[in-house]
Each structure stands twice: as structure tokens, then as C-alpha cells.
């Protein structure tokens, strides 16, 4: 079975652009979060989504924004880019969310996004 | 707040050797504790978890972790290090305020195992 896949897997932005980057779940999953892995840090958490609805939310700026589809894939997008946006971005899915939140996230390799 | 706190940034250990890798935590109400391991240009790939019950928690490729309430740890260990255990290892704790994927990860500890 594919794992989580992740698209593109570099880009290069210039400053001001905007960029989506793109996430499809493990079959079957319907639960879907970004996170933010600056170099030399732990991943941050961007946004989690369950079901289409947005089940929650990290300390990102407006600029940060995200949906998810019928068939349970993502899209990240980042408007006004900036150079601290420079990341790892990272797309996780799990098969639901349950009250309490046990379950293991499954990762995908990630999106290297450069801001120039 | 909830925090994870990954005192260590490198650990250096011969092949053979045991390993531990060190996290404490600080979170309110029971916490859920994970490892996680990344490979160069890989995502992360989960090790193991704690949730309730024992406090030694088996995972992946050998390794465990022991839970100690009183010292609000969750040091991950395995008896024998392994080159190809060469990798990132991030510590997480669940945020309970979240009812889902929200996990509070630590800045990582880079585990270097030499022949």
C-alpha cells in the first residue's frame, strides 16, 4: 500500500509569491495534519483536519491556510511567502481521531520549500 | 503550557554499545508520550508510544522506552546500538486539548552510531 505522498518534493519561492503544496493520506485515512520543520528543529504543528472540517490550528499566521477534499487529500497554502518560511513541510495522516488522540501519525517525506 | 524538552542535541555511541536518548515532558492530565525517527530526506517514522499501563513500552527495530511519572521522563533505549540506527529522534507528547493529530515535538536529538 502507498504511504502518504507528498507534492512536490522541492520548490523554490521568491518573496511575496504564494505556493500549495499538496498531501494524499494513506488509503483509507481520513485525517489529515501539516507540519512546519524549520531546520534543526522539531516539526510544528500548522493545521489538522478530520473529516473536511479543520479540527484544529497552530500558531501560523493568517497567511497560513489549508483544506481538505472528498477523497481526503490536502492542500497547504502559504500566501505573502517570507523568508522565514523556509521548511520542511510535513503532511501526516491517521486513520481517525478519537477523544484523547492516541492514535500514530503516519508521515510523508515532506515538501523542502526555499524562499528566496 | 505543554513542552517536550530533548536535553541532549547529539549522542555518540559505538556499535554494540546501549543507547539511551533523553526526554522529559511537562504536560497536564496523563500525558501520551511518542518517539519518533527521521532519516535524512525522510518524513518521520513512528518508534513507539506511550498511553497507559506499563511503564516499559516496546517498539520498532528493538527499541523501548521507559516512562517514569515522578521524573516526568520518557527516555528512549535499546540494549544494542546499530550503525543503521544512525538517524534524528524526536520525542512528542499529544497536546490534550486537541482532540486529534496535535503533537508537541521536541527540537530532536542526533544519534551517531560508529562502528
Known amino acids: 500500500d502507498a504511504g502518504v505522498t507528498q507534492s512536490p518534493t522541492h520548490l523554490i519561492k521568491t518573496r511575496g509569491q504564494h505556493v500549495t503544496l499538496r498531501c494524499s493520506p494513506i488509503s483509507g485515512h481520513k485525517s489529515v495534519s501539516w507540519y512546519q520543520q524549520v531546520l534543526g528543529q522539531g516539526p510544528q504543528f500548522i493545521f489538522q483536519?478530520?473529516?473536511?472540517?479543520?479540527?484544529g490550528r497552530g500558531n501560523f499566521p493568517d497567511r497560513f491556510s489549508a483544506r481538505q477534499f472528498p477523497n481526503y487529500s490536502s492542500e497547504l497554502n502559504v500566501n505573502a511567502l517570507l523568508l522565514g518560511d523556509s521548511a520542511l513541510y510535513l503532511c501526516?495522516?491517521?486513520?481517525?481521531?478519537?477523544?484523547?488522540?492516541?492514535?500514530?501519525?503516519?508521515f510523508g517525506s515532506g515538501t523542502q520549500l526555499s524562499v528566496l | 503550557a505543554q513542552s517536550v524538552a530533548q536535553p541532549e542535541d547529539q549522542v555518540n555511541v559505538a556499535e554494540g554499545n546501549p543507547l539511551t536518548v533523553k526526554c522529559t515532558y511537562s504536560v497536564s492530565g496523563n500525558p501520551y508520550l511518542f518517539w519518533y525517527v527521521q532519516y535524512p530526506n525522510r518524513g518521520l517514522q513512528f518508534l513507539l508510544k506511550y498511553i497507559t499501563g506499563d511503564n516499559l513500552v516496546k517498539g520498532s527495530y528493538g527499541f523501548e522506552a521507559e516512562f517514569n511519572k515522578s521524573q516526568t521522563s520518557f527516555h528512549l533505549k535499546k540494549p544494542s546500538a546499530l550503525v543503521s540506527d544512525s538517524a534524528l529522534y524526536f520525542c512528542a507528547v499529544r497536546d490534550p486539548s486537541n482532540q486529534g493529530g496535535k503533537l508537541i515535538f521536541g527540537q530532536g536529538t542526533e544519534l551517531s552510531v560508529k562502528p
Open positions: 501526516a495522516s491517521s486513520l481517525m481521531i478519537r477523544q484523547g488522540g492516541f492514535e500514530k501519525l503516519f
Open positions: 483536519y478530520y473529516e473536511k472540517e479543520e479540527r
